[in-house]
């Protein structure tokens, strides 16, 4: 069964809207639908029609889609737009303005907004040591108990 299309703005760092990004997510096939409209950079700024915007993002997404494959597990709406903001960042086909939208998104967003990602990452690239941590430390030995 498909859903009805979503749609994320991505603004440019004067706070613009500059980007439109439609899904339409298919959980059956594990797959989101995904079609992009941007404003030409030459558009005056301060004229950018969000209903136009998303009318060319669905035209797009049934015409030239992005297809992002999903994981089983990725079912919440944070996992699926990661998934696609990743999936476009990495695609050629995008333009350049909007993969330094995306690249800005993964960098400032992706640490306020996915702060259990982060924890794990951090937890992956912690150092383990063989011994286990204890909050009290033990007193130092004598030097006959040593020997012994």
């Given at each position: 069964?498909?859903?009805?299309?979503?749609f994320k703005y991505f603004r440019d760092s004067n706070r613009f809207p500059v980007a439109c990004i439609a899904t339409q997510v298919n959980r059956a096939?594990?797959?989101?639908?995904?079609?992009?409209s941007?404003?030409?950079?030459?558009?005056?700024?301060?004229?950018?029609?969000?209903s136009r915007a998303r009318m060319i993002a669905m035209?797009?997404?049934?015409?030239?889609?992005f297809i992002v494959e999903l994981d089983p597990d990725e079912t919440s709406a944070k996992d699926i737009m990661l998934a696609v903001v990743e999936t476009l960042?990495?695609?050629?086909?995008?333009?350049?303005r909007v993969h330094k939208l995306l690249k800005?998104?993964?960098?400032?967003?992706?640490?306020?907004?996915?702060?259990?990602?982060?924890?794990?990452?951090?937890?992956?690239?912690?150092?383990t040591s063989s011994k286990p941590?204890?909050?009290?430390?033990?007193?130092?030995?004598?030097?006959t108990e040593a020997v012994s």
């Open positions: 069964m498909e859903s009805e299309f979503r096939a594990n797959k989101v639908v995904v079609g992009l941007t404003v030409h950079p030459l558009d005056k700024k301060g004229h950018y029609s969000k035209e797009r997404a049934a015409t030239k889609p960042y990495e695609e050629s086909k995008v333009p350049t800005r998104w993964l960098d400032e967003a992706e640490p306020i907004a996915y702060p259990t990602i982060q924890a794990a990452i951090q937890a992956i690239k912690a150092p941590q204890t909050l009290i430390e033990s007193a130092p030995q004598s030097s």
